[in-house]
């Protein structure tokens, strides 16, 4: 009988096989080697980039928190409250512009007379249309008679009063509070 050895044959084509796949390892190894080397180089460019990004952020929230403190500094706040009420003041001051005068004309125009039945003591404006006068009358008679000129005239309204109350001296210590009457 005749033998054949097939062996060597078989051997070879396992070698083959053998070489083929370590060469197919051999490129699949490179190739991701060569994907990872890539991906790294990428990265790292790019963590240069987010660094300077990341220094810049800083910056900015460095300088935004100093606005912020700037901004809360209580003498500004001061300063701005009083700066507004000034404001407000010059507002309304520029809004009576010339208000007062009629007023207080009025006001000298009740006091005024021949004798010194009456005398005020103190003046003062709540607004430019409500006033308060504290005063001294000689008697109810000269107080009643205020009192008449008041209405009488254009000029105020009696929102309040009169109240008084007599003093040491026998006189009468008043206080009347006086609307500025609309302009018709």
């Known amino acids: 009988m005749i ?3 097939l062996l060597p044959r078989a051997q070879r084509r396992r070698r083959l096989r053998l070489r083929s796949g370590a060469v197919l390892g051999g490129a699949m190894l490179l190739g991701w080697a060569v994907v990872i080397a890539l991906g790294h180089a990428w990265i790292a460019s790019h963590r240069a980039r987010a660094d300077e990004l990341r220094a810049d952020a800083a910056e900015a929230v460095a300088a935004t ?3 912020e403190r700037k901004r809360e500094n209580p003498a500004l706040a001061e300063r701005q409250r009083v700066l507004r009420i000034r404001q407000e003041a010059l507002a309304q001051l520029r809004e009576a512009r010339g208000g007062p ?3 207080l004309t009025g006001l000298v125009a009740l006091f005024a007379g ?4 009456l005398r005020p003591l103190e003046v003062h ?3 430019l249309d409500r006033w308060r006068v504290d005063g001294l009358a000689r008697d109810v ?10 209405r009488r005239e254009a000029t105020f309204d009696l929102s309040y009063g009169p109240e008084y109350a007599r003093t040491a001296d026998g006189s009468l210590r008043f206080r009347l509070d006086l609307e500025v009457a609309p302009h018709p």
């Open 125 to 127: 404006a709540h607004t």
């Open 3 to 5: 033998r054949i050895n």
């Open 101 to 103: 005068t009629a007023a």
């Open 141 to 150: 008679g000269a107080l009643a008679g205020l009192v008449a000129r008041v």
């Open 65 to 67: 928190r100093l606005l």
């Open 114 to 117: 021949p004798d010194a039945a």
